[in-house]
């Protein structure tokens, strides 16, 4: 099985970056794909992007595009989400998600196992 944990999230102001990490564990042999989910309060869940387990692979939610980057480094066991240009209505918890598929998904019932999320919070 797989565990995840987020790190990285914090307070920034509007223009600001941050990079989030996910460190994955556990005896697993099978490939696997991130997704990137976050949720505001009040809010669904909302997709952000994914990678593949190659990481030639990735897709993004539109209102993220050109300012996320997704990648990962599968010898450190860890995914990471660059996100610049910060705005306030990027403020939400941030997940990390493995879809053991290995296929990603926008969905969030698609992924098996979820880490404890991080607190990302845009000042404007």
């Known amino acids: 099985q797989v565990q995840l944990v987020e790190s990285g999230g914090g307070l920034v102001q509007a223009g600001g970056s941050l990079r989030l990490s996910c460190a994955a564990s556990?005896?697993?042999?099978?490939?696997?794909?991130m997704g990137w989910f976050r949720q505001a309060p009040g809010k669904e869940r909302e997709f952000v992007a994914t990678?593949?387990?190659?990481?030639?692979?990735?897709y993004y939610a539109d209102s993220v595009k050109g300012r996320f980057t997704v990648s990962r480094d599968n010898a450190r066991n860890t995914g990471y989400l660059q996100m610049n240009t910060l705005k306030p209505e990027d403020t939400a918890v941030y997940y990390c998600?493995?879809?053991?598929?290995?296929?990603?998904?926008?969905?969030?019932?698609?992924?098996?196992?979820w880490g404890q999320g991080t607190q990302v919070t845009v000042s404007s």
């Open positions: 990678v593949s387990w190659s990481g030639s692979i990735t």
């Open positions: 556990g005896r697993t042999f099978s490939s696997y794909a």
């Open positions: 998600a493995a879809d053991l598929r290995g296929s990603g998904s926008i969905w969030p019932s698609q992924y098996e196992h």
